[in-house]
């Protein structure tokens, strides 16, 4: 027996899995008409890809689509559900779909979240889909066509969609290789949404209200992520992520001096080799003198 087969029923809720049922507003700024276009989507019931390099805002778009789809619909306490599944390597398809657990005597189903998603007619977010193993996509197909139905193999049952459910992928084009990229075959089974980092005063926007600081300092902290991300060609191989910047801009509102903490969250949090962070130095040493 396995590690995961010996979890109780509530590790295995627990593992890389997040569900929220927001009341609460959270903070989005829209770039272009990825609001107006995931709204369709939903009520088109068509699966929806996010592309986007890491920290652009993401899985805070979906965060903020589901309570805005709440509020359309009309119901002001429960919201839209949505259900978040961090992928890695050793995602399998029965970590999504479910499987049989051991409590004490007896031999009980559990439900993966992909499954809870179709039976609460949530929206199913699968972070980082191309981590995942590739028979884990598989399972997938049916949901993304007009069937928009889950087969349970094991329990031999073919599970309908409820109503609400929509299936949300996202994941890193920059991270892409042979061995790390979606098939054809699920590609094309989803409309995509391309992300990527905002530009200067709609990300110093962010920034501010992210982090609590100044909108000088919000602004030159954006001005940073754009010379940053202009390294690329010289030995970075991503460029600094708004997370990264926000972090800098939460130290610097609780009193860290502007270059220390732009050394310690975005110098050393993107790089370890010693030339592409003198680099990445000298931009913050232009940009904060002092």
Known sequence: MTTTEARTDHDYKQIEVQEFRLTEEPFYLPVADEVDLFEIAYEEQIPVLLKGPTGCGKTRFVEYMSWRLHQHLGDETQGVPLITVACHEDLSASD?????????????????????????????????????????TVLIHPLTDYRRLLPLDKRGELLEAAEGFLLVLSYNPGYQSALKDLKHSTRQRFVAIEFNYPPRDQ??????????????????????????????????????????????????????????????????????????????????TSIFPE
């Not at 909108?215 to 001005?223: G, N, P, Q, R, S």
């Not at 191989?237 to 220390?260: F, N």
Request: proline share 2%; glycine share 8%; aromatic share 4%.
């Open 203 to 284: 990300e110093a926007e962010i920034i501010r209200r992210e982090s609590n600081c100044s909108a000088d300092d919000a602004m030159e902290l954006a001005k940073l992520g754009e010379k940053v991300r202009n390294l690329k060609e010289h030995g970075l191989a991503e460029g600094v992520s708004t997370r990264l910047l926000v972090y800098a801009g939460r130290l610097i509102s609780r009193g860290i001096a502007p270059r220390r903490a732009c050394q310690t969250a975005v110098v050393w949090g993107l790089t370890d080799e010693f030339e592409v962070q003198r680099s990445i130095e000298e931009v913050v």
């Open 96 to 136: 999504l779909v479910g499987r049989y657990l051991l409590e004490g005597d007896e031999t009980v189903w559990i439900d993966g979240p992909i499954t809870r998603s179709v039976k609460a007619g949530a929206i199913c977010y699968l972070d980082e889909i191309v981590e995942a193993r590739k028979d884990t």
